[in-house]
């Protein structure tokens, strides 16, 4: 699977719900590995993410699950493997650099 920043790959029959692009919300999490949950409002202050830039991020959310924070990373539940059937191809497009401000 290809790594780019702004097109991400992943197993569809695993999303639970219909997928929302919405901004952060307190008890939203992701996953870091197979094992470790992780709280995106302590990933944007570990990452150093600037307090304004956070308000603004659009996150890809299953539920409180986030999917994707575009220009940063997926949650490892939904990454392709090899049992993975179907596969959803997202795509951020915008900003300065084909989605973020890098």
Known sequence: IPKKKYTKWFDYDKIKRCLVVRNRDGSDYFYIDDHHKKKVK???VNEKIDQVKRDKLFLICDDH???WMPGYRI???YKVN???KKILELSYVGGTKDGGED
């Open 75 to 77: 949650s490892a539940y």
């Open 42 to 44: 302590d990933y944007m």
């Open 65 to 67: 699950h986030m999917v």
């Open 82 to 84: 090899d049992k993975t």
